[in-house]
């Protein structure tokens, strides 16, 4: 009996082994297919916006000053009178009416008379820039510091400002910053997300995931939330798999994928699916790695916090040493937050209504150590050469105290925001408020402005970093937005 197929009029007929071959692709295409579409991922054609390699690192439009970004986001909207913005005019007019404003209704309630800070404020570092008391650690850094006092927002609802600030838009539904970075730039690390976001030991913002989402990018370019404290769920490989079996079953569900996604040449939905699962499985050896900070020294721990007896600021403390390590091994986007919504208003957040000294009592030293820490560390090991510092929070507060309360109302009308780091003027001051710091008055400038100006930093345009959705060109400044270029290192 001859060897070779048969064939009916020169048609080959299926013999045994295409058969179970075929059948062996089929199924397992059938398998990724079911995954993919509970995952909502199913592309329904190709799509011509999204990278067809979605983890793998990508050259900016322009030269990059920075290669990465941390962005510390202090939930709550912390004030900036009794921070970073020191008003003289404020102490001198303490118990005052403001003037022009005596019939005031803030967000929440009627307001009160101006109200100094109940921190002092002193000048720090060669500069001499005036800080409060409440940040004595950070305050020692200004001379490394961009500030920018005249930040306004588009809303005094703290979900809707935290939304902005993440996304650029006070709605749900939008991607977020880091995730329009590492959809332009991807990751110089393969073993680890690009985009990694680090709640605070205490919960999440009020807005929760929408912080960190992809939104209409897909799906692989959404944050990864972990901490320190609480690490990547289900990673673990069961007891029941083997090492070996284990590394097996990847090996031959990868060649699958390969097969199946050259099926589908340029189908960059599928791509990025894929490497999404791929990516999960490296999360098994890469993340407990990235998280054991017992690698570190102890005059690290420290320096951090780690060891300080108030565990709010040993676990905010072990979340900033987590972003650094994280950031040495390649992550593109670290958003690392201060501050959590469950616990209630002011409680473990800077929502300071009702009694803002006692709250900030709280709040301060668990930011403070941890973060300036974390600053220095950068600086100290040379990564602030590519490193873009981002301090922010979703809108300010009043400079009157509430009616009948001991704390401040929100303000959205001017604020204080700091960068440090790759391309910014250190010490340099950007814009101001009024007298009192209730309104920007000069340099006005816009959150689309702050994330065009990031975004220039990472070597992208802000206009032309776009994603077609719903027949629309969408954009992170949505169709505002100009660089800070007087903020930025020339030459």
């Not at 048609?11 to 509970?38: I, K, N, P, Q, Y």
Request: proline share 6%; net charge negative; charged share 20%.
């Amino acid at each position: 009996m001859s060897n070779s197929p048969l064939s009916i009029d020169g048609h080959r007929l299926l013999d045994r082994r295409r058969f179970l071959g075929d059948a062996a692709g089929s199924l397992s295409a059938l398998a990724l297919s079911s995954l993919l579409a509970s995952d909502g991922a199913l592309a329904s054609g190709v799509s011509r916006d999204a990278p067809a390699s979605p983890t793998s690192a990508r050259s900016p439009q322009s030269t990059a000053r920075a290669k990465q970004v941390l962005m510390i986001f202090c939930s709550g909207a912390c004030s900036q009178l009794d921070t970073w913005d020191y008003k003289p005019e404020l102490i001198a007019h303490h118990d005052q009416p403001l003037p022009g404003d005596a019939e005031l209704v803030s967000f929440q309630s009627v307001a009160g008379n101006l109200t100094r800070s109940p921190y002092t404020f002193r000048p720090r570092g060669e500069c001499g820039k005036w800080t409060s008391d409440l940040l004595p650690r950070l305050g020692e850094l200004v001379d490394d510091m961009c500030f920018i006092h005249s930040m306004t927002a588009k809303s005094n609802t703290h979900g809707p400002g935290e939304n902005q600030m993440s996304t650029g838009f006070t709605l749900d539904g939008f991607p977020s910053i880091g995730a329009w970075t590492t959809y332009a730039l991807g990751s110089e690390s393969q073993d680890l997300p690009a985009f990694v976001a680090i709640p605070d030991p205490r919960g999440v913002p009020q807005a929760g995931p929408n912080n960190w989402s992809n939104g209409f990018l897909p799906a692989v370019f959404q944050g990864t939330a972990f901490s320190a404290n609480r690490p990547i769920e289900n990673i673990a490989r069961p007891e029941t798999v083997s090492r070996s079996t284990d590394d097996a079953t990847r090996a031959f569900v990868r060649s699958l994928n390969e097969r199946h996604l050259a099926s589908f040449p340029g189908d960059s939905e599928l791509a990025a699916r894929i490497a999404s699962y791929e990516m999960a499985a490296r999360l098994q050896s890469s993340a407990p790695e990235v998280a054991d900070l017992s690698r570190e020294s102890i005059s690290t721990l420290d320096r951090y916090g780690i060891n300080d007896p108030n565990t709010l600021t040993a676990g905010f403390g072990r979340n900033c040493l987590l972003a650094r390590r994280l950031l040495e091994r390649g992550v593109r986007f670290v958003q690392l937050f201060n501050g959590a919504y469950a616990m209630g208003e002011g409680v473990g957040n800077w929502d300071g209504h009702k009694q803002l000294k006692s709250d900030y009592d709280r709040h301060g030293p668990v930011l403070d150590q941890p973060a300036a820490a974390l600053l220095a560390d950068l600086k100290a090991r040379g990564m602030l050469e590519d490193v873009l510092v981002v301090w922010c929070t979703e809108f300010g507060r009043m400079p009157v105290f509430q009616k009948g309360a001991q704390g401040r109302d929100h303000n959205p009308d001017g604020f204080t925001v700091w960068l440090a780091g790759a391309g910014v003027k250190a010490p340099y001051s950007y814009g101001a408020t009024d007298a009192f710091g209730h309104r920007a008055v000069e340099k006005v400038t816009t959150i689309y402005d702050l994330h065009a100006t990031i975004l220039h930093l990472l070597g992208l345009e802000h206009t032309q970093l776009t994603f077609t959705h719903n027949g629309s060109q969408r954009r992170l400044t949505d169709v505002h937005g100009k660089v800070l270029d007087e903020i930025l290192v020339t030459g």
